[in-house]
């Protein structure tokens, strides 16, 4: 049985969620970080010295991070899936499971705790704005893609829509200014719509 550590609000648990319900895999997930706590307790140290989520075990093997969580997940699955077997598809699909990971979601970061994690007397406007202003820059750059591609690959629906999906909500969901991309909008209400997203896209912001 595959077990999934961390709590459905994390963006990082979200995509792995997603991954699991797309592919249809059974698994428990257990509630760790964030007001559930316990990623510091002895037990879950010796899984993730890290002490962050999610955190995956199947049959004695543990992973985290949670791209890599969904790589492993989605090389299960067949050749025209989640994961291509091609070399160059599936370094199409991990470049932009990495910009998820080293731009786009590192960009709206300040504005995300500032806004929904931060009382409004003690949040750094300044920062929400810089964070805004980086994080509309690399919409652009998605929407543009998005503009030329169905989806984020040639391939069809891969990991990456599911990884840079998530981040995606996280930005369409705060409560900021934003330009119209349209392509970017038309991505995201079609793959919101898939069976696998159903657990993450009705949840608020937290």
Same mark, same amino acid.
């Given at each position: 049985m595959l077990r999934i550590w961390g709590r459905i609000s994390s963006v990082n648990v979200q995509k792995v969620v997603w991954c699991a319900d797309e592919m249809g895999l059974d698994y428990e997930r257990i509630d760790v970080g964030g007001s559930f706590g316990k990623t510091k307790t002895p037990e879950y140290l010796a899984l993730n010295p890290n002490a962050l989520v999610p955190t995956i075990e199947e049959d004695g093997f543990v992973l985290y991070e949670s791209n890599a969580i969904v790589r492993y997940l989605a090389a #299960? %699955? !067949?050749a025209d899936g989640l994961w291509p077997? =091609? @070399?160059r598809k599936r370094a199409d699909v991990d470049r932009w499971m990495e910009w998820q990971s080293t731009s786009f979601t590192p960009a709206m970061r300040d504005a995300f705790w500032q806004l929904i994690r931060t009382p409004e007397d003690k949040r750094d406007l300044g920062a929400?704005?810089? !964070? #805004? *202003?980086? !994080?509309? #820059?690399? *919409? %652009?750059? @998605? =929407?543009?893609h998005l503009a030329k591609h169905h989806y984020l690959t040639e391939s069809g629906f891969t990991a990456a829509d599911i990884v840079v999906g998530c981040a995606a909500r996280r930005w369409l969901l705060l409560p900021l200014p934003r330009e119209s991309r349209p392509h970017l909008q038309r991505w995201y209400d079609e793959i919101k719509s898939r069976r696998g997203a159903r657990k993450v896209i009705s949840l608020d912001l937290s």
């Open positions: #299960r %699955g !067949s077997t =091609d @070399l929400v704005e810089n !964070s #805004r *202003a980086e !994080s509309e #820059r690399l *919409a %652009g750059i @998605l =929407d543009a």
